[in-house]
């Protein structure tokens, strides 16, 4: 029998502390509970939305009609090479612990907030690595069918903060299992990286002092959620070809790189520091004067508000140098 809560506030299972209120809410410890929580969604005609730790989300509307199935699976385990976690661990706990039984490469991704499952769906990365670089497979259940199905690296359809999961939100994942190195592997190619390490006086570089370098550099540079209600970075950077970068610059000097495609990667935050927005509030919402990709709530923003904040933001970009912004947060 489910222990179902209802008419539940979701403020505490957000970060942007949006207080939406949800119909029903079940909090998932397994897979048999989660396939449970879908039959009796599917069952009482239900809506059905996954959520982990709520970190890139926006709720938007102040009730969400149907079942939240939070998903808090646990478990770790090491095969040789490989981690097996479960997607209710969280994030960067994994990191940590992956350092600690001598598995190396993630610790680029120290940090990320959020759970280990919902790391694949938007294929989360930051200082020049992602997740997709890691995986080996992905456990899901799928909930037209209920089955489990595996999904190897390729099958997850990977890219830019990206994959099969996001373009087709029928799985539940349940373990992730990631393909480490027994050897350290350093890339500290990311610039705001390697001068953090500089400037630290670091020359021998090892995955704990990367990982140190990661955690400093994010608590310098990102505002904690728990102060500061926010989803990380609202937008994508933009990926332009060749023709449309070329009209960018005709309108502004824009620095860029090249993706392995040959794209020009463009730094949306750069054009919205461009546009004027850094810093500037309205009402209970305002663009971080630390990082111009995050917008932060005074923690009573509603989710209406929030989409109508960063609705301002896209179109006086698309305006001033006719690129178009996409937001990054899962909207529900
Ligand atoms: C301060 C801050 C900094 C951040 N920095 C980064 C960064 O550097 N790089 C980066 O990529 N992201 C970053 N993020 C975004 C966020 O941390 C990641 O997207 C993270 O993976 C979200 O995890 P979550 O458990 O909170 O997911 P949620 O917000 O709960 O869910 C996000 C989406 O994933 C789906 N989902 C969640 N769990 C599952 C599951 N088990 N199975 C299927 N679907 C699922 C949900 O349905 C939803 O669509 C940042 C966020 C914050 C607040």
């Given at each position: 029998m489910l222990s179902l809560k209802k008419n539940i506030s979701l403020k505490a299972y957000n970060s942007l502390r949006i207080d939406a209120v949800a119909e029903f809410f079940f909090e998932a410890t397994s897979e048999e509970e989660s396939i449970e929580a879908i039959v009796y969604a599917r069952n009482n005609n239900l809506k059905l939305q996954i959520v982990g730790e709520g970190t890139n989300l926006v709720l938007s509307k102040s009730r969400y009609n149907g079942l939240i199935l939070k998903n808090s699976i646990k478990g770790k385990s090491i095969h040789g090479d490989l981690a097996c976690i479960s997607s209710g661990e969280a994030w960067h706990d994994s990191v940590l612990w992956s350092l600690d039984n001598n598995l190396f490469g993630l610790e680029n991704l120290s940090l990320i907030p959020g759970s280990v499952g919902a790391a694949?769906?938007?294929?989360i990365g930051a200082y020049g690595r992602d997740i997709s670089e890691f995986i080996d497979s992905v456990r899901a259940i799928n909930l037209e069918t209920l089955e489990i199905e595996t999904f190897n690296n390729t099958q997850c359809d990977f890219s830019y903060r990206n994959s099969l999961f996001k373009l087709k939100p029928i799985y539940l994942i349940t373990e992730v299992i990631l393909k480490l190195s027994k050897e350290p592997t350093i890339d500290v190619s990311y610039k705001s990286l390697s001068n953090h390490m500089k400037e630290k006086n670091i020359s021998e570089y090892t995955p704990y002092n990367v990982c140190k370098a990661v955690c400093e550099i994010r608590n310098k540079t990102l505002p904690n959620p728990l102060t500061n209600p926010n989803v990380g970075s609202f937008f994508k950077n933009i990926i332009l070809e060749k023709a449309e970068y070329l009209a960018l610059q005709k309108i502004l000097d824009t620095p860029y790189n090249l993706d392995k495609q040959g794209n020009y990667k463009i730094s949306t935050a750069f054009l919205i520091e461009q546009a004027g927005w850094r810093g500037k509030s309205a009402g209970e919402l305002s663009v971080s004067s630390d990082h111009s990709l995050v917008l932060i709530s005074s923690g009573l923003a509603s989710g209406e508000q929030v989409l109508n904040f960063a609705k301002n933001i896209i179109e006086d970009i698309k305006i001033k140098f006719n690129v178009s912004l996409e937001i990054e947060p899962s909207i529900i």
């Open positions: 694949p769906v938007q294929n």
